[in-house]
């Protein structure tokens, strides 16, 4: 036995050893190989190994060791292909290489090149754990590009082992890069220089780009590639995009002839004349040039996550793989050999999608969108074969989507590389020329592809939705589309559509009828009638003739359409009448027994006018002049043609024409009869119907019968059956919504609507009315641009009236829906729409605004300047008025307060509601938001406001993100209620006082501030991070025209709110802190230095280019540091803006030459020092803006002698502070002191007399020259007087400082529990005007008018008004008239009062003798180390305060230090030596701040200060 195994052992060895050398021998021989084709590459290896499963597809495994680089014969199944060779067949392939080597080296140079190109060796696939195989990370539906990662798929060598996809960029045209490659004019390794290629159009990230099921055909990041992955494209990854947007125009002849026929507008933004073509001179050729068409466009390469598309197909990934192997010739064995690869970019032609009007507008589901898609058709698109109809349809589109942008929506028409519905161009021509030689019918026109082709269509539309939600479309409002392919696909994929419309008739080439009455056979969508078997045989292309009238065409069979010429034109007569409906003429006895029966049972006399048989052999001929049926004509027909709705739809027609006919309640009960019938398909017919014009018809009906005749019999029929369709049909059908749509826009736009039915009726109808289904409609439909403004009103004043009474008993689905309708609507309509027309004063909101004017007469607020709204026409109904009006009613608003406390889901719906009527009906607003503020109601309100949606959400809670999240759809549901909270608070502070603000009362049931002083701080620091961005950010957002994502609230009413908002908030801060230092500051997120500079620059810009009557507004369109310092200045600090001021004042110095202290004055007034106002105003009045430039002053004493001075400039300043004694005493009568010794003007008559007005335009002036010079006055002013300084008005919390009585008296009104009417109380004030008492109207006719629980607060509102402002308002205006021809108003709108008056009279800080010495300069003898001058500021300290401020005012006139510290003193303060006079006082020459030290300082120096003495003191 050992023997035997020893012998076995040695054949076993020999064996093996024979193996082995043949291993070898093929190893050798294909070392030869690969060193005749190319050299060894580390990163290549032979991959040709046993194969293996992996995720249950067939998987070729590998393995790197030398022993099993050859596979065994056992290794692959019979029916495998082996990538090795036999065993037996080595030698001869060894001699067949052997004999080739003569052959390569002949092309060695050939040869040579190709190992340049490509040093690696031919690698045919890769496998998944194969040595150095390593995929970038790519995770498809990741929340951004970098947690998705780059798509790679190049094969170069710093990616061939980083590929995470099959293919190549560029789909189809791979094949031309390859080929532009192997002959020499591409460098395979030309690295693209992608800058200055990123998109010049923002598509921002949408949810659907991270959700891995939306987007599978294409990289949603791939327009972001380069910009994206900047770090691996700098680090040798081969990194593409595979979508670029740019911008273009678009220029086609079918749109210059559409421009021409009045079918486009140029509007000077999408559609634009084109410049005039020249001829070969250069010259402009004659003839309009035609039009242009804005566009932005995105081109869009196929890149494929293969689980998603075959998840989309329905099919599996493996089945997916296996067929694109397979059947595209096994170009890609990755698909097979990589599972764990799962993005392929297959080699098919991509998209374009062509954008028109604002691409921001395609994601808001508020802007009215039309689209179209299109697959490519080049014969017809480019050169325009009539045998389809895709270039019409085409440019039909393209029309439609620029009207759709014109209308405020946008149009987006998407163009697919899908030839010939994907079968190719030469499949579709081989299928023409089977048509024409066949017989062109609509009845073969599939069948035809499908005998070549072997399908009908291979464009499979599953992946076409794809696009849409890229760009974050959510519902599409029209769709010029009739494939149902495309339409499904879309619905399907989770975007609504609301309207489809096919290609209108007069679009369709005459071959082309062929086509489109075969798609609408097969189901395609159309708005005309669908087409029976028996019609489509009967459709012939050009080899037959078609006779069109009007928009009904008659086809003439081939044999008779030359021989009954007489007889088609008495046919062509006979049908001229019918609309959109096609009538087939055919000889014959079957049409005359059709006739004869039709005669029979319904008179001879029906035989003008045509509609089709049912059964589609003959013609039914009817009366279409009277449309008479009798009951008997139709009882004995209908077993036989009741099922024909076309004359069901003739008498529809009818009734809508001649309603109050006699025949019209016979035909009413026909079609009821029809709808309520179980013996015929009364859903087909009552389909039919609905879809041409059922509810148009009877909206018609209704409104042909006139108002006062409810006792027409047709008036009950109509009411039954305008709610029988949704009996027919079941709330989940198309049908039933459609009805409801058409219900709303043909039925509820009818004016007065309730008042055209008897009770009995209108009960009924009520009942039936199917508004507990108002969830299935989309509030959208409430916003159809095509439906006229006043259809829209009446549409809003019909659903109040019906659906009101009936609220309480809606599901929390329909009140919702009902509430988000009504929002919807009051959104669609322009400001005052609702406001009727009034010859008398117009109403307008009694809280005004800050830019408001108002009057000494009647003094409610005056509106501000409002462009004139649409009209309704005609004139709304005072009943109309009357629903509208119940909209605003308290009583309705709590009604809806309580009902939705109860529904929580309803409360979001609520809030769009009020803040849409705050909006669309200004005149309103204010009693609105006072039914919701002041009853006990309010305040829970906006507790609940704050704490249950804007404090938890992320709105404002980070400035440096505050963009994208304000843009962020995900906060859409958040706006509303914070700008509903930001309304009413603002409202409540407008008759808030601060007792109640800061919660100080003593009373323990004292009304309190709704928020706490925590919560406000954090509410108005939010507010702060929103509008902060909203100013600076301006260009970003487009404040002016654009708005908040999903929402028509444009940015800049946001902007103005929020602002409003925060500078009331802030006013009470200002008046007592409780919010930290920095709260209100932004200095963290902006450099302050630059910040400066720029609106030093900017202003400097405005001063040349504009007026300076610009308003806040405005400022912030031109400059965002403007805009800030105008409107929200607190954000810088008050330091800052200090120094810009006096930068802003030293720039328009320079500008007017006035920058040299020592220049020459231009004007000289002598003034006498018992006189100085009045001197001053007979001297200095009258150069009104010349105030500015240098004024020399001479001083006359109580003796006629003119007083000795330096006039450097301080003698003005001398002037200055006395003229302000003078002018600002209240003994002259022009000035009034409040309790806390603050100015303002005094009220009475006598100080608005033209003389006094003047003085007070004068004084203002003249405190504006102390602005300009950086004076400091020592006056101190009410705010609510230096209020209008910066176009504010005043509210209730001043009233206490000026008449805490009244004031008092309004707080105790506000707050009274009784019945305001016990008071007795009008809308009028009295005035008493030196003993002579009159009454002031508050408002119109306002002694009649009691005061009321409900109008309590607008009367509290008015008092205050009128006596902070309305009062004053003619001294006032006056005086800033003055002021502003010195101070630039802009410059004074950079602070507040309280800063305004410390910019005025200085702060009461102490003064510092430190800044004071390190800013003196010394003259004579002296200099910082000089004894005298040590001991001079050794008194100065021992100095007190008071003492130190005489020795400023006696020095420089002014007795507090400039604002920004001694360094602003110009000149500086200097001291030098007058001699050796020890007896003389030290002097001033304040001109040039100058003072002149001598022995006993201390004491003289006291004396000197002390002394109030003039310029002559010695």
């Not at 329905?314 to 694109?324: D, K, M, Y």
């Not at 049409?591 to 052999?617: C, F, M, P």
């Not at 309590?1352 to 009062?1367: F, H, P």
């Not at 604002?1459 to 006082?1481: M, T, V």
Request: charged share 20%; aromatic share 8%; hydrophobic share 40%.
């Amino acid at each position: 036995m050992d023997a035997s195994a020893n012998a076995n052992g040695m054949v076993l060895a020999q064996i093996l050893a024979q193996l082995e050398s043949l291993q070898l021998s093929q190893a050798a021989l294909q070392s030869k190989i690969d060193a005749l084709t190319t050299p060894t590459s580390p990163m290549s290896s032979r991959i040709a190994t046993p194969p293996k499963r992996t995720l249950g597809l067939p998987i070729p495994g590998r393995s790197d060791s030398p022993s099993t680089l050859v596979p065994s014969a056992s290794a692959f199944p019979p029916s495998s292909l082996s990538t090795s060779p036999p065993i037996h067949s080595m030698l001869q392939q060894t001699s067949a290489i052997a004999s080739n080597v003569a052959t390569l080296d002949v092309a060695g140079a050939e040869k040579d090149r190709e190992k340049r190109l490509y040093p690696q060796r031919v690698i045919i696939t890769t496998y998944p754990d194969q040595s150095g195989i390593k995929p970038v990370p790519l995770q498809w539906g990741a929340p951004s590009p970098e947690e998705r990662g780059p798509v790679v798929c190049s094969r170069n060598p710093t990616s061939i082992k980083l590929r995470n996809a099959i293919g190549a960029h560029s789909g189809s045209y791979s094949i031309y890069r390859a080929l532009a490659i192997a002959i020499g004019t591409l460098d395979p390794m030309h690295k693209p220089n992608y800058t200055m290629t990123e998109p010049p159009v923002l598509i921002p990230p949408q949810p659907s780009w991270s959700d891995p099921k939306k987007i599978v055909s294409f990289d949603p990041w791939g327009h972001m590639a380069a910009q994206a992955f900047r770090e691996q494209l700098d680090a040798g990854l081969d990194v593409r995009p595979s979508i670029a947007i740019t911008k273009a125009h678009i220029k086609l002849s079918e749109l210059d002839h559409a421009t021409a026929t009045g079918a486009l507008k140029v509007d000077g933004k999408i559609v634009l004349e084109s410049l005039p073509l020249k001829d070969e001179h250069g010259n402009p050729m004659a003839g309009s040039p035609g039009i242009e068409l804005v566009t932005s466009k995105a081109a869009v390469e196929p890149v494929w996550h293969l689980p998603g598309v075959a998840e989309r197909f329905g099919i599996s990934e493996g089945l997916l793989r296996r067929a694109l192997f397979e059947d595209t010739g096994g170009m890609y064995p990755e698909l097979i050999t990589r599972p764990d690869i799962k993005v392929f970019l297959p080699p098919i032609g991509g998209l374009t999608a062509y954008i028109f009007g604002p691409p921001a507008y395609l994601s808001d589901e508020t802007k009215e969108l039309t689209v179209r898609v299109h697959d490519e058709c080049n014969g017809s698109d480019v050169f325009g074969s009539d045998i389809c109809t895709c270039k019409p349809y085409l440019v039909f589109a393209i029309e439609e989507a620029v009207r759709c942008a014109q209308r405020g929506g946008v149009g987006l028409v998407v163009y697919f590389r899908k030839e010939g519905r994907a079968l190719g161009e030469v499949t579709k021509y081989l299928v023409y020329n089977l048509r024409k030689r066949g017989g062109d019918r609509a009845d073969t026109y599939f069948k035809s592809t499908e005998l070549i082709a072997g399908v009908k269509d291979m464009r499979f539309q599953a992946l076409m939705p794809d696009v849409l939600h890229w760009l974050g479309i959510k519902k599409i409002h029209n769709m010029v589309s009739m494939s149902d392919m495309k339409y499904n696909a879309i619905v399907e994929s989770g975007i609504p559509i609301l309207k489809r419309y096919d290609i209108p008739d007069h679009l369709i080439p005459p071959d082309s009828r062929v086509e489109i009455d075969a798609k609408i056979a097969a189901g395609y969508f159309t708005s005309g009638k669908k087409i029976t078997q028996e019609e489509l045989r009967s459709t012939v292309a050009a080899s037959g003739k078609s006779i069109w009238v009007g928009h009904a065409r008659l086809i003439l069979p081939r044999k008779l359409s030359s021989t009954t010429s007489s007889h088609n034109e008495s046919s062509v007569k006979i049908i001229g009448g019918a609309s959109r409906v096609q009538y087939e003429y055919r000889l014959g006895g079957e049409q005359h027994q059709i006739r004869g029966s039709l005669e029979k049972d319904y008179g001879s006399a029906l035989t003008r006018a045509v509609g089709r048989a049912w059964n589609g052999r003959g013609c039914l001929w009817w009366d279409g002049a009277e449309t008479r049926l009798t009951s008997k004509g139709w009882a004995d027909g209908r077993e036989r043609y009741f099922k024909e709705a076309t004359a069901l739809l003739r008498t529809l027609n009818a009734i809508s024409k001649s309603p109050t006919s006699t025949d019209a309640p016979h035909h009413l009960q026909l079609l009821t009869a029809v709808f309520s019938s179980k013996e015929v398909d009364s859903v087909g017919i009552a389909s039919f119907l609905i879809s041409r014009g059922f509810y148009s018809d009877l909206g018609s009906a209704i409104q042909r019968i006139p108002l006062n005749n409810k006792s027409n019999p047709s008036i009950p029929l109509v009411a039954t059956l305008v709610t029988l369709p949704f009996a027919v049909f079941p709330i989940t059908s198309a049908v039933y919504l459609t009805s409801f749509v058409d219900l709303l826009w043909h039925i509820f736009t009818v004016p007065l609507l309730p008042n055209r039915f008897p009770l009995a009726s209108l009960t009924e109808l009520s009942k039936q009315l199917p508004f507990s289904s108002l969830h299935i409609i989309s509030p959208a439909i409430f916003t159809d641009p095509t439906v006229s403004l006043t259809s829209r009103v009446h549409l809003l004043a019909n659903l109040v009236a019906f659906v009101n009474p009936r609220l309480s008993k809606l599901s929390a689905t329909a009140f919702s829906a009902f509430l988000q309708g009504i929002a919807a609507i009051l959104e669609s309509l322009p400001p005052q729409a609702l406001d009727p027309p009034s010859k008398g004063v117009q109403e307008t909101s009694w809280a005004m605004q800050d830019d408001s004017d108002m009057s000494d007469v009647e003094v409610a607020p005056k509106p501000a300047q409002i462009r004139t709204p649409p009209m309704i026409s005609p004139p709304l109904d005072a009943r109309t008025v009357s629903r509208l009006q119940s909209l605003v009613s308290p009583a309705q608003i709590d009604a809806l307060l309580t009902l939705t406390s109860k529904q929580p889901s309803t409360r979001p719906s609520l809030f769009r509601v009020l803040l849409s009527l705050c909006t669309a009906w200004p005149s309103k607003k204010d009693k609105v938001l006072s039914s919701l503020v002041f009853p006990q109601m309010g305040s829970l309100l906006i507790k609940e406001l704050w704490r249950g949606w804007v404090r938890p959400s992320p709105l404002g809670k980070d400035v440096r993100q505050a963009l994208e999240i304000a843009r962020d759809q995900r906060c859409l549901e958040v706006w509303t209620p914070l700008l509903l909270l930001v309304d009413m608070y603002t409202h409540a502070l407008l008759t808030m006082g601060d007792d109640e603000f800061f919660s100080i009362a003593t009373r323990s049931n004292a009304p309190r501030n709704p928020l706490t002083l925590d919560e406000l701080t954090a509410f108005s620091k939010q507010l702060m991070n929103i509008t902060f961005p909203l100013y600076w950010n301006e260009d970003q957002l487009n404040v002016k025209e654009d708005c908040i994502p999903g929402t028509t609230i444009r940015w800049e009413p946001v902007r103005e709110k929020l602002t409003k908002c925060l500078k009331a908030i802030h006013t009470r801060d200002s008046r007592r802190k409780f919010t930290h230092k920095d709260h209100w500051l932004m200095t963290s997120h902006i450099d302050i230095q630059s910040f400066c500079e720029a609106a030093i620059f900017e202003e400097q810009k405005l001063d040349r280019t504009s007026s300076r009557s610009l308003s806040k507004r405005q400022m912030a369109y031109i400059s965002p540091r403007l805009g800030v310092l105008n409107n929200i200045p607190f954000a810088i600090p008050f330091s800052a803006r200090v120094e810009i001021f006096r930068d802003f004042v030293s720039a328009d110095m320079t500008r007017l030459d006035l920058s040299d202290p020592f220049a020459r004055p231009k004007f000289h007034c002598v003034v006498r020092r018992g006189q100085i106002a009045k001197d001053g105003y007979d001297g200095l009045n009258s150069l009104g803006a010349q105030l500015k430039g240098r004024i020399q002053i001479t001083f006359v004493d109580q003796f006629g002698e003119e007083e000795r001075g330096i006039d450097g400039g301080g003698v003005f300043k001398e002037f200055l502070t006395s003229l302000s004694k003078e002018a600002f005493d209240t003994d002259r009568g022009l000035w009034l002191f409040t309790d806390q010794q603050e100015l303002y003007p005094n009220p009475h008559a006598y100080a608005r007399e033209p003389h006094q007005l003047n003085w007070y335009r004068f004084i203002g002036r003249v405190l504006g020259k102390a602005l300009y010079e950086g004076i400091l006055i020592d006056v101190a002013f009410a705010t609510f007087f230096m209020a209008k300084w910066l176009g504010r008005q005043s509210y209730l919390d001043d009233l206490a400082s000026l008449d805490p009585e009244l004031y008092r008296g309004l707080i105790y009104l506000k707050h009274y529990d009784g019945n305001p009417e016990d008071l007795a109380l009008n809308f009028t004030v009295t005035t008493d005007d030196f003993g002579v008492q009159n009454t002031i109207n508050l408002i119109p006719d306002g002694t009649n008018i009691p005061v009321t629980r409900e109008n309590r607060m607008q009367y509290i509102y008015l008092v205050s008004n009128y006596k902070l402002n309305a009062q004053i308002r003619l001294q006032s205006d006056a005086f800033f008239d003055g002021l502003s021809d010195i101070i630039d108003p802009k410059w004074l709108r950079m602070f507040n009062q309280q800063e305004l008056q410390i910019l005025v009279g200085g702060t009461e800080d102490p003064v510092d003798v430190d800044d004071l010495r390190s800013n003196t300069i010394y003259g004579g003898v002296y200099d910082e180390s000089h004894p005298t001058i040590g001991a001079f500021w050794r008194v100065v300290r021992s100095l007190d305060q008071p003492q130190r401020c005489a020795l400023l005012r006696f020095v420089t006139s002014c007795s507090r230090p400039p604002l920004l510290g001694f360094k602003e003193l110009n000149p500086k303060f200097s001291i030098r030596d007058a001699g050796s006079d020890a007896a003389r006082l030290p002097t001033a020459s304040t001109c040039v701040n100058l003072l002149k030290s001598e022995q006993a300082l201390r004491r003289k120096l006291l004396q000197a200060i002390n002394s109030g003495a003039g310029f002559d003191l010695s």
